[in-house]
């Protein structure tokens, strides 16, 4: 059984930082990309950031290139999404998301797995 558990979210002023963190167990072995998603009230959920599994290689939406950072520690199956110089426009439900896509794909195709979601809230 697949899961995945996200953590570290929460309430933060607009300029403030957050560690976000996806715990996997049961990581099947073709998993290739892991990713971040959010999805702001009213709106539809969107890419952020995304990470390959055997090389690190990481890519990023525009919105938040330069202040998010994406990585992963294959020895605890989990990856993190270091969110820094926080915006009222980055309040939303961030997941984590996982599959054996290459990293690009993750930009425009929906992954196979999923975590419940976390609430960050960025405050002005």
């Known amino acids: 059984q697949v899961q995945l558990v996200e953590s570290g979210g929460g309430l933060v002023q607009a300029g403030g930082s957050l560690r976000l963190a996806c715990a996997a167990s049961g990581r099947p072995f073709s998993w290739h990309a892991m990713a971040w998603f959010r999805q702001a009230p009213g709106k539809e959920r969107e890419f952020v950031a995304a990470v390959s599994w055997s090389a690190g290689r990481t890519i990023y939406s525009d919105s938040v290139a330069g202040r998010f950072t994406i990585s992963r520690d294959t020895t605890k199956n989990t990856w993190y999404l270091q969110m820094d110089s926080l915006k009222r426009e980055d309040t939303a439900v961030y997941y984590c998301?996982?599959?054996?896509?290459?990293?690009?794909?993750?930009?425009?195709?929906?992954?196979?797995?999923w975590g419940q979601g976390t609430q960050v809230t960025v405050a002005s």
């Open positions: 998301a996982a599959d054996n896509k290459v990293i690009s794909m993750m930009r425009t195709t929906r992954p196979n797995y």
